[in-house]
């Protein structure tokens, strides 16, 4: 058995999820029941934290080689403008959205996944496992129908809404699913207002829509059901689309050529927990969204990468192993929980009946996103860079009289810069001067530090970073010993 670590389903997690404990050194097994890839562009945006996340592995340029940048999200009421949120002013190096469907944002990952020498294993399907205190057996079938029985020390359950593996675990939604219906149209616009940069959002009593561009001159309209009723799942006749865009839109839009229609269900849920021993759940295994914001595939990327670093330190024997592993939900399932709720309170604005709260509503979001605060709040949420860790059993000591990012915050990386986490080993970056303590820490800590320390955030302060870009914790300089009580719960215990 080794160390090494079996992924089931080669969706975008599964393959983030394997190149992350690849080029960590792990061995990993990819296996995906589907003998082809899956062509449709379900999700089209790689949001700016997903895309800070994916550099430190190398994959991003590729990515945003492919794809087209997007700069700005506009809501509309009909043809009035409630707010305007232009990326330009997130605090990254990639201060736009990246415009690439999902399909070929998988094929992107997987040649990167191949350059690290994992093939992902096609038509071979996890059917049924067991796992122990010290490992996982796992049944796979393979395409001529055999059966292999496999001894891993980790499975890691990538496989998608319908997860087998969640559903072995029986772990369920920690409050109750809630099923939406929803439209999709991949069409041409014919009298189209509408940039092909930007994506725009539509508030309407009848319901939600957002129009967004996609490749090849085509634009992705994006509509909650509402309250009309007549809702079946499947093809939805175009003139659908066509009512809901001249009811919610601008107007004077007329949709045509249609490359795909579609009418689906999603059951929204969020796992009570992500974790049952040795068997983890990630990306859509272990929550799914609406697609509003156009988060799932961002979300479960993001899961990937919070979970490998800290797998890699428990294969180690890290001190801390269990309660490493177990911050994995309590970080990931904060954050979706946070997703759901924002998702929802923008329904439930965007949705109002009544004219008066509909007048209020939009006279407030007027106000909300006219001040540079409520604009940039509002963007760095929707592109991800504003999630954080602040109840995590694994934060060192909070202390807000010191400056800058506090345990558990995401420290934004200068342009340029190494990114957090890069290279073969998940290794903790310091940010600091040199100084007696600080020279004690590299001394005492050498294969947990980089080689090298970083510019501090603040002269006065120490800044421990995670391997995923979160502070771990701070001191004072004077204090930096602070830090070492940390970093000895990552020493290995064998
Ligand atoms: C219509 C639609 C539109 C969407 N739009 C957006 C969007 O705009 N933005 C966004 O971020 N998200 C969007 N999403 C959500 C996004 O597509 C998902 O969040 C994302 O695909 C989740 O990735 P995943 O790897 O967790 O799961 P999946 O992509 O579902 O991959 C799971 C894989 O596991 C495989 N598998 C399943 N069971 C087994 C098994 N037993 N053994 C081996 N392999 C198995 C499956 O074949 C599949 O390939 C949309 C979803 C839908 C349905």
New binding site residues.
Partial sequence: MGDSVLI???????LVMAAELRRYGVPVRV????PKA?EQS????LWTRTLELLARGGATPALIEAGEKLTASNIYSGKTLIGRLDFIGIDSEYRYAVLLP?ARTEAILEAHLAKLGVDVERGV??SGFTSDDHGVTVTLTHPNGKAEALRAAYLIG????GS?VRQSLGITSAAAPHRSAWY?ADVELQNCPFARNEFYSFWHEGGFMSVLPMPGGLFRIIASAGRKGGFAPGTPPLSRIQDILDERGPGGITAVNPAWL?A?QVQEQNLASYRKGRVFL????AHVHN?VG?????M?IQDACNLAWKLVYALRGAANAELLLDSYTIERQAVAERVVANLGRAAQAATVRNPTLQFARNLLGNIYFGLAPGRRQAAETITEVSFSYDHSPINGIEDHALPGPQPGQRVAQKPGETPFGAGNAPRFALLADPSPGVNRLREQFPSLLEDELRPPLSPRCVWLVRPDGYVAAMSLREDADLIAEYLRAYTSQL
């Fill in positions: 089931a389903g080669a969706g975008p997690v599964g296996v995906e029941k589907e899956d379900r999700a089209l945006f999902q399907e996890l990538c496989d998608g809404g087998i999709i579609y689906f990630a990306g859509d295994a697609p156009a988060q799932g595939l961002n479960g």
